[in-house]
């Protein structure tokens, strides 16, 4: 599907190819496999077939290729697959239709860099066929998708890693491993802390336009299926591209999609893999039905008393209502002190390659991602309604906003559901 | 124009125009605000001007417009007053006409799956078996919730190609228990996609009726459809279970233990054996 706009991507440290180098070197290999006998292409200094995996790679736009290497595995590409490649498909290497390469057999894993409004829908269809998912960030539109995405990871017992990474240095950090261990031990009476993030939340570079006129939809691309479970929209290029990113139909503007980087480390460090907070609120201009817009900041409050704040730095005055603050041994009782020194450094976080392999759960699974990408739609939810929300973490719902709620579970369009 | 149609002009002229990349940077919060709580003070006058004012995408400039009947969509809610928001609802399911081109009318109904509730219901269920509208009505519907169940299931005997495949799909959605039968019908379906809607809801709804023809569904020899209908198979154990109803979801897991043979399909025959524990079953 259609990602960033840019025409380089850098596939492998210190190299550089087009988007059309990648696939035709990837494809071309993946054609090899599938005329040469397995054993013979395991020589020396090659990695022996048995211990490469089939792949696949759907939305090969800019963040394709990365997601795909992110992998980290021996896979092959053996199948490609966007909606903008109706010029090209030959349902044996090139899809435009993820259902067709999914029903393959000789697909184990598959890497998602669509944009976002297909992330959800697309993981759970992998899963239900049977394969491990690497996911572009965010990981979902919505929040509900992502609960869905827990199920089936559940449900088939697959592998689900979100493809950012931000956890696996911060559960290596001393500092934040001892933050990590105090939240974790639940000792705290109240959690004072409070954890500001200012800028670099691309605001307005991913606004959206108002103004859209409709264009002719280009030869090579699949509207309909471009569009998937979205509300149908007339095509613009806007809607695509990278810059799809301002618009709620397919994203949620700069802070859902860079937000995922800034909040998977700091979710693993104050140990917010499996809560979410419980009061919202936003300062932020009446919201743009379609075109994601200006806010100034985003104030969420935990059931344990931990503040989290999003800044942008890019509209009216910056939040000045608490500075910030982190968490210590200080903040304990020398009782409690001691019991957290004797708790053991968590375990190493498992990559999703050692994941695939061990059937272990990896850093970044599915519940993790989703709570990440939970804070990201809270925040845009409040952004939209202009209300104070007040969220249940644990059935997963606004507390007495019905209208707020609608956002929390949008519904699909058909034949697309969760 | 008259006086209020004239004042209800002169306050979305003051709306924020898009900077020159189209974008709604240059917006001033409290100025925007003021503009719609006298916008609203209007009454139904002022919602139908707007609704006027909106234009067929490529056919003129509604951006104002088009940003303040969205703005006045939030207020309503903002404000926790059900007869501001039923008010609001109202009018704009009046507005739900062949008059209005249908562009238009669909960007009412957008409104309304952001502020409509019960009272919206039946304009949008006139909308169902309209092409170009019923994925439109039938969001905004499943959105509401309530009321949303008896449009689509009055709706579905009527509708065609898209519009049933919309509507059996979001009978699904609501959890429609008196829609079971014709699902049932509606899983002989040629098409596709609409046998497989059919397929889920009936697993969404959780009928243990429809283990059987959910089963058959499952066994189906096309890699995608045996893939989906099985997905079907698994939700509607989990809501056999959530509902008590053992007997029902182990037959459901053990034909698929027994079933998925080929390697390919072991991670399914995993699943059902890991069901059938959760399951508590012995066999």
């Known amino acids: ?32 496999f599938t005329i040469v006998p397995r054993h013979v292409l395991g020589g020396q200094g090659q990695t022996p077939p048995s211990e490469t995996v089939g792949g696949a790679l759907i939305g090969c736009g800019g963040r394709g290729p990365g997601t795909f290497e992110a992998m980290g595995l021996n896979a092959r590409l053996l199948a490609s697959c966007d909606v903008k490649f109706l010029d090209r498909a030959d349902n044996k290497t ?52 992502g609960r869905a995405v827990v199920e089936a990871e559940k449900r088939y017992n697959r592998i689900f890693q979100v493809g950012t990474f931000g956890r696996f240095g911060e559960s290596r950090n001393p500092v934040s491993i001892q933050i990590h261990k105090i939240m974790k031990s639940g000792l705290l009476k109240k959690c004072e802390a409070v954890h500001i993030k200012r800028g670099e939340f691309k605001v307005k570079e991913w606004s959206g336009k108002v103004n859209l006129q409709p264009e ?15 509300p149908m929209k007339l095509y613009h290029r806007h809607r695509t591209g990278g810059t799809h990113r301002g618009y709620w139909d397919y994203e949620g503007g700069g802070l859902a999609d860079m937000g995922q980087h800034f909040f998977d480390p700091f979710q693993w ?113 409040a952004i939209r309604t202009g209300r104070k929300l007040r969220y249940d973490p644990v059935k997963e719902e606004i507390i007495g906003d019905e209208e707020a709620n609608r956002l929390v579970n949008q519904p699909m369009r058909a034949p697309w559901h969760l | 124009m008259n006086e209020s149609s004239s004042v209800l002009a002169r306050l979305v002229g003051k709306l924020p125009d898009p900077d020159e990349q189209g974008m709604l940077s240059n917006i001033d919060k409290e100025a925007v605000d003021s503009i719609i709580a006298e916008i609203h003070k209007g009454g139904r006058d002022s919602i139908i001007g707007l609704v006027d004012m909106l234009v067929e995408p490529g056919k003129g400039d509604d951006v104002k417009p088009r940003y303040a009947l969205h703005c ?14 039923r008010a609001f609802a109202d009018t704009l399911a009046s507005q739900l006409s062949g008059e209005r081109p249908k562009a238009v009318q669909g960007y009412i109904v957008r409104q309304l799956q952001v502020a409509g509730g019960r009272e919206a219901a039946p304009a949008l269920g006139k909308l169902l ?27 579905l005997p009527k509708a065609t190609g898209k519009c049933r495949l919309t509507i059996v799909q979001n009978l699904g959605v609501v959890r429609d228990t008196k829609s079971v039968g014709a699902l049932k019908q509606t ?51 989990e809501k056999l279970l959530t509902a008590g109803k053992k007997t029902e979801a182990v037959k459901v897991y053990t034909h698929l233990r027994d079933t998925r043979t080929d390697v390919t399909e072991k991670y399914v025959r995993d699943a059902a054996t890991r069901g059938l524990a959760a399951a508590g079953s012995k066999r």
């Not at chain 1, 057999?105 to 066929?129: F, G, N, Q, R, Y």
């Not at chain 1, 002719?216 to 979205?230: A, K, R, T």
């Not at chain 2, 283990?211 to 209908?229: C, F, N, S, T, W």
Request: with cysteine; hydrophobic share 40%.
């Open chain 2, 187 to 237: 899983i002989g379906d040629p098409d596709r996609d609409i046998h497989l809607a059919a397929a889920w809801a009936l697993a969404n709804i959780g009928d243990a009726g429809s283990v059987e023809i959910l089963l058959k569904a499952a066994d189906a020899q096309d890699a995608y459809e045996r893939i989906k209908a099985t997905q079907a198979c698994l939700v509607l154990t």
């Open chain 1, 269 to 381: 460090t104050w140990a917010k893999d499996d809560t979410s907070p419980v009061e919202i609120e936003a300062y932020a201009p009446p919201a743009h039905p379609e075109a994601c817009g200006m806010w100034g900041w985003v104030e969420m409050k935990y059931a344990d008393g931990m503040t989290l704040v999003f800044d942008s730095g890019e509209w009216a005055q910056p939040y000045n209502r608490k500075e910030g603050r982190g968490v210590s041994l200080s903040d304990l009782d020398e009782e409690n002190r001691k019991k957290v020194e004797a708790m053991p450094d968590p375990q190493p976080l498992v990559s999703f390659a050692e994941a695939v392999k061990t059937r272990k759960q990896p850093g970044g699974h599915a519940e993790a991602a989703h709570r990440c990408a939970t804070l990201l739609h809270l925040a845009n939810i």
């Open chain 2, 72 to 85: 006045l969509a939030l207020y309503v809610c903002k404000l926790r007053d059900e007869n501001y928001r």
């Open chain 1, 94 to 145: 090139i899809y435009t239709d993820f259902r067709r390469l999914l029903e393959r057999k000789d697909i184990e894993v598959v890497a998602i860099a669509t944009p976002p409004h297909w992330h959800a829908l697309i993981s759970i269809a992998a899963m239900e066929a049977g394969k491990d998912v690497l996911c572009e960030k965010p990981m979902t539109r919505f929040i509900a998708e």
């Open chain 1, 216 to 230: 002719p939809v280009p030869p090579n691309l699949d509207w309909d299926m471009y569009v998937g479970p979205s």
């Open chain 1, 1 to 32: 599907m259609i990602g960033s706009n840019r025409k380089e991507y850098a596939v492998k440290k210190g190299k550089t190819v087009t988007r059309r180098q990648f696939l035709k070197r990837s494809i071309g290999v993946a054609t090899a």
């Open chain 2, 129 to 155: 078996c309209d092409e170009e509208l019923c994925e439109y009505a039938a969001q905004a519907l499943a959105a509401i919730g309530e009321g949303a169940a008896e449009q689509l299931r009055n709706a």
